[in-house]
């Protein structure tokens, strides 16, 4: 069985450093587990702050996508280190392709990937790799511990989903969704739209919590939350 893990480049590399200690326990965890996996990249602060230099410099959103895209891969090749280094089965290259990831998930125990076309983001990434390669779970992995009513940041009320549908995920998404960067929901609208349709059980928990990760991984109970 498939899981796809996305890592937000904010877990990768979480004050502009490449978080090397995370990178180690997820390999071990991966190693430990007898599921195989595809694993998308983010981008994170690298991947803002080359966009918006390129855009400084008079680049189109085009081409500031196109060059996050590149940061997205440098973290996913980072990973794929840490993934060689610990004896893991890995497919040697960052795949860039979705169908052409689909022969290395069958013989490898894990694939990774960085960002793919301009104008969409990693989330997005992540659930058309798990729909391409049959994976029946998706693990969130990012700086926010679990979905909430509202930004627990700026409304002290705000109360945390343990579960919920697809469709109450889409219309909290839909709420945040200006297509706008810094406006960002947890997980992007159109890849909450792409996990309802393919009823992919998607599970949100921290970076920091690597018990969370793993049993999240394993499909058991956590404390952040699982949409299905
Ligand atoms: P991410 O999806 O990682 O965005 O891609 P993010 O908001 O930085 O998310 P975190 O912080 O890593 O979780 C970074 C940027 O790369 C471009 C977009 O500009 C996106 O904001 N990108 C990524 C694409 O254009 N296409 C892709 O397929 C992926």
């Known amino acids: ?32 587990s007898k599921l195989s996996f595809g694993i998308l990249c983010g981008g994170g602060t690298v991947a803002r702050l080359y966009a918006n230099a390129a855009r400084e410099l008079g680049a189109g959103e085009y081409e500031a996508d196109s060059i996050a895209i590149r940061s997205t891969r440098q973290n996913a090749a980072l990973l794929l280190a840490a993934l060689k280094s610990a004896g893991i089965d890995v497919h040697g290259r960052v795949i860039d392709d979705f169908e052409f990831a689909k022969e290395p998930a ?45 930004d627990p940041k700026k409304n002290p009320n705000a109360k945390k989903y343990v579960k919920m549908g697809y469709e109450e995920l889409i219309a909290l998404a839909s709420q945040s969704d200006k297509r706008m960067a810094g406006t960002n929901f947890v997980f992007d609208l159109l890849a909450c739209k792409l996990i309802a349709r393919s009823k992919i059980e998607t599970h949100f928990v921290s970076f920091k919590r690597m018990d969370d990760l793993e049993a999240a991984i394993e499909g058991k109970k956590h404390s952040g939350t699982v949409v299905c």
């Open 106 to 150: 069958r013989v490898n125990k894990v694939v990774v990937m960085g960002g793919t076309i301009p104008g969409i983001t990693t989330d997005t990434d992540s659930v058309l790799l798990a729909e391409a390669i049959g994976a029946e779970r998706l693990v969130n992995v990012s700086n926010v511990d679990a979905i909430y009513t509202a």
């Open 1 to 32: 069985m498939h899981v796809v893990l996305s890592i937000g480049g904010s877990s990768i590399i979480p004050d502009g450093l490449p978080d090397l200690a995370f990178l180690r326990s997820l390999a071990n965890l991966i190693k430990k």
